[in-house]
T-cell receptor, first 117, second 109 residues
Framework: ETGVTQTPRHLVMGMTNKKSLKCEQH?????MYWYKQSAKKPLELMFV???????ENNSVPSRFSPECPNSSHLFLHLHTLQPEDSALYLC????????????????FGEGSRLTVL | GQNIDQPTEMTATEGAIVQINCTYQ??????LFWYQQHAGEAPTFLSY??LDGLEEKGRFSSFLSRSKGYSYLLLKELQMKDSASYLC??????????WGAGTKLIIKP
């Protein structure tokens, strides 16, 4: 139990569907992240929120739309995805975005395994 | 460009010692992280090195040489539960993490 919970754990969707991934952290952290993990590839940072403000958007296609309603919750809204978007989507949190506090350790959720047909 | 290199896969025997190497190239340097990820589970933090030398934490140790852009994770007295992927990540001058693709470690009885 890492203190970061992601739902759903598995999601299968067609290219025309709209779905959302949810992340909740119970650690009192100020920063939350979405990462994409594909087989045999490095983790790809997608979005960073610090104190509910988006501070990083790494050239992610607009078919991925993040939302951070408060410091404990993070969503990733998905629409008109492509088969190459199939991957494990990991949510993470940290005490602070700039990681100047402590070691900057990230706490990850177990991920949402997305399959786009 | 920024890059992290680590072996794709390694195999070791239960009870033995294994060293997983990682070389990094980052724009500036604010430390080197190791994470462990069991199949289907969340990556979990193992270690953080920012100064040269060896840091020991139970059966796991992590080493850093900043002049060589090199780190390794040393696992002693291997157990079957150590079968996992090990992710190396360097932090650049902007506190951004640059990740390697991970090393899948297979432990055989």
């Amino acid at each position: 139990e890492t203190g970061v919970t992601q739902t759903p754990r598995h999601l299968v969707m067609g290219m025309t569907n709209k779905k959302s991934l949810k992340c909740e952290q119970h650690l009192g952290h100020n920063a939350m992240y979405w990462y994409k993990q594909s087989a045999k590839k490095p983790l790809e940072l997608m979005f960073v929120y610090s104190l509910e403000e988006r501070v990083e958007n790494n050239s992610v296609p607009s078919r991925f739309s993040p939302e951070c309603p408060n410091s404990s919750h993070l969503f990733l809204h998905l629409h008109t995805l492509q088969p190459e978007d199939s991957a494990l989507y990991l949510c993470a949190s940290s005490q602070a975005w700039t990681s100047v506090l402590g070691t900057g350790e990230l706490f990850f959720g177990e991920g949402s395994r997305l399959t786009v047909l | 460009g920024q890059n992290i290199d680590q072996p794709t896969e390694m195999t070791a025997t239960e009870g033995a010692i294994v060293q997983i190497n990682c070389t990094y190239q980052t724009s500036g340097f604010n430390g080197l992280f190791w994470y462990q990820q069991h199949a289907g589970e969340a990556p979990t933090f193992l270690s953080y090195n920012v100064l040269d030398g060896l840091e020991e934490k139970g059966r796991f140790s992590s080493f850093l040489s900043r002049s060589k852009g090199y780190s390794y994770l040393l696992l002693k007295e291997l157990q079957m539960k150590d079968s996992a992927s090990y992710l190396c990540a360097g932090m650049d001058s902007n506190y951004q993490l640059i990740w390697g693709a991970g090393t899948k470690l297979i432990i055989k009885p």
